[in-house]
């Protein structure tokens, strides 16, 4: 099962021309039909019903922003009295924009230095022979296995010893480790399915073995490169244990790096004491539109890198 | 090989390796050592104390009552989302008209899956805030305020969805199934892609109707599809922790009202960051670690089927 699955056939799915079925029309067309006809409008019925049950409640929420506490308190149903755009800005200076910059900060570094690491580990581990190749690939592989809370207590520690609680360059790292399994297990068998014939013809003009994989292979790799890649910038955009671990200020004069995940769950937590719902809707609808935006325009490889990182 | 390959693919491994060392693998070692200490976490001195923790975990009855609650929702969350993402994906695929064979997808499928998958890539923290806004209990919760306007619930005394004992667990379950239908209805489409068109042909010119096409034909060459998904949402419901601990009234990481939301993942987290009890939370740590070994190894004994080749 170790093969990544191919991308999901597009818009359509099944594709199969109606014409060349028709000539076959199984025996009792008309029993078939309206067997047929029952089932879709009640079928569709249902797909209906649970594309509302998505969209509704997202929906709500960003209505909901545009509210006044009075206004959320009191009646769901109600519509926006006034469609004032200043709560972004104040949910925005409230924080949010912080733990904006936090992530942004954290995942410039950490996806790039994740895709690095984890196609070089993967590379040598796919085109290499070399003692103990399966155990170091196993080794990689093998921690997707474990809940990361198995991991948390001596991690915390590990991280204070090195000094790198709440800063920028410890979450980083924490970051690429663990997005190393599924990098190195996507990357490998990738790697492995490209042609020899090209790395050998640059070996042949000279290319050392880390040019031939900088400039020959890692280029022709591209295509897993982009599904891992988005793979990774969701998931560690999405991360919310690991920070709210490693990403507490650890005295009072240590400033506060919260993620945006962590932000958010901050901010909600906050409204016990002073209420103002509409900007904690504002930081989720604010928080939501990058992922929207990645979503619907990379929508086959992140729906592609997912469920192949389902399927090792 | 020769001795310039040796010292390639050393450089290559030595940060990757190095870094996953550090901060992966050393610490799963380390918390099985851990949980046979007093560790408190402050100092480096604890002594070893044996299976103490281990003792003091099966006495520990909030612990225990987390353990249940995981166990609800290993039954729970899996089949339910399979059962709906199973259905929603053989619509998708196979559901459109009769005259197409029955091998086609209904109208809009593409639509479908784009929409049911989005919740996916939004972080369960946002998915938390929201349905804590959803789950309100006055008016202004959107599932109150829609069954006041059906006239099912009192205004003046709508449901308290998260602090009623016997609905919090519900309530958070329908936060899941909610995440992760789209998903697995995309990766079972990808799976039923995969099957030879010809075999569900062959399937109608015998004149099986769809419902035996489903289970005779569709089900049985999932199955391998089915089995891991199955496993991935078990080790799902063993975690919930950032929804119980963002959701569910409680000091420290939730679990109320009364610990009737308890997982023990924040049980853990409690123990260890608000109790400072290390040594304790690495053993809770190990008992998860073994239930979820068990558990897949269970999952797939269980649902050992001969491999159909196609």
């Known amino acids: ?312 | 090989m020769r001795k310039g390959q040796y010292r390639f693919v050393a450089g290559f491994l030595l940060a990757p390796l190095a870094l996953y060392l550090i901060f992966v693998i050393w610490p799963y070692v380390q918390t099985i050592g851990y949980s046979f200490t007093d560790w408190k976490g402050q100092s480096q001195t604890f002594s070893f104390v044996g299976l103490d923790n281990y003792k003091a975990l099966f006495q520990d009855d909030v612990f225990m009552g987390a353990i249940w609650h995981n166990i609800l929702f290993l039954v729970f969350i899996p089949v339910i989302t399979i059962l709906l993402a199973l259905f929603f994906a053989f619509m998708v695929n196979a559901g459109g008209r009769g005259r197409a064979g029955g091998v086609q997808g209904v109208a809009g499928s593409g639509f479908y899956k784009i929409v049911y998958f989005f919740p996916q890539v939004l972080s369960l923290a946002i998915v938390a805030v929201l349905f804590g806004a959803l789950y309100r209990s006055d008016s202004g919760g959107l599932l109150n305020g829609i069954l006041i306007k059906l006239g099912l619930v009192d205004a003046d005394n709508p449901i308290e969805w998260m602090n009623e004992p016997h609905l919090v667990l519900w309530c958070l379950m329908a936060v899941v199934v909610w995440h992760g239908v789209g998903f697995y209805l995309v990766l079972f489409s990808a799976a039923m892609q995969s099957v030879p068109r010809d075999i569900y042909e062959a399937a109608l010119l015998d004149g099986a109707s769809r419902t035996h096409t489903f289970f005779r034909v569709t089900l049985p060459l999932l199955w391998d599809t089915v089995q891991t998904a199955w496993v991935y949402l078990g080790i799902i419901a063993m975690d919930m922790f950032v929804l119980v601990s963002t959701m569910t009234q409680g000091t420290g990481y939730g679990g109320g009202p009364d610990h009737h939301s308890e997982v023990m993942a924040n049980v853990m987290m409690r123990n260890f960051l608000y109790y400072g009890k290390s040594g304790y939370a690495c053993a809770m740590g190990v008992i998860m670690l073994l239930l979820t070994l068990v558990l897949s190894v269970v999952t797939l004994r269980a649902t050992r089927r001969e491999r159909i080749e196609f």
Not at chain 1, 76 to 90: E, I, M, Y
Not at chain 1, 289 to 307: E, N
């Open chain 1, 1 to 312: 099962m170790s093969a990544p699955i191919t991308e999901p056939t597009k818009v359509g799915g099944a594709g199969v021309p109606p014409q060349r079925a028709v000539g076959k029309t199984p025996p009792r067309p008309g029993d078939r039909r309206s067997e047929g006809l029952t089932l879709n409008v009640f079928s569709h019925g249902f797909l209906v019903l649970w594309a509302v049950l998505i969209i509704l409640p997202l929906l709500w929420l960003v209505l909901s922003s545009f509210k006044t506490d009075a206004q959320i308190g009191g009646s769901a149903l109600g519509w926006p009295s006034h469609w004032q755009f200043d709560v972004f800005q104040r949910a925005w200076s409230k924080g949010i924009g912080d733990y904006f910059a936090n992530t942004l900060i954290v995942l410039v570094f950490s996806v790039p230095l994740t895709m690095l690491l984890g196609s070089m580990a993967a590379y040598v581990l796919a085109r290499y022979e070399f003692p103990g190749n399966r155990l170091v690939y196993y080794f990689f592989v093998g921690g997707a296995m474990f809940p990361v809370f198995l991991a948390l207590v001596p991690l915390f520690f590990m991280v204070k010893r090195l000094d790198m609680l709440n800063t920028y360059q410890g979450l980083i790292l924490v970051y690429v480790a663990y997005s190393m399994p599924f990098t190195v297990f996507f990357m490998h068998s990738f790697f492995r399915t490209l042609p020899t014939a090209v790395f050998e013809a640059a070996v042949l003009d000279g290319a050392s073995h880390s040019r031939a994989f900088f400039q020959v292979m890692l280029p022709m790799a591209k295509p897993g490169l982009l599904s891992v890649g988005i793979f990774n910038v969701l998931g560690q955009w999405n991360q919310y244990i690991l920070p709210s671990v490693l990403m507490q200020p650890q005295t009072s004069s240590d400033p506060e790096r919260y993620v945006l995940t962590q932000g958010l769950i901050q901010l909600q937590q906050q409204q016990g004491y002073a209420t103002d719902l509409p900007v904690l809707f504002a930081g989720v609808t604010i928080a939501m539109v990058p992922m929207l935006i990645v979503y619907l325009s990379f929508q086959r490889q992140v729906q592609a890198g997912l469920t192949s990182a389902t399927l090792k």
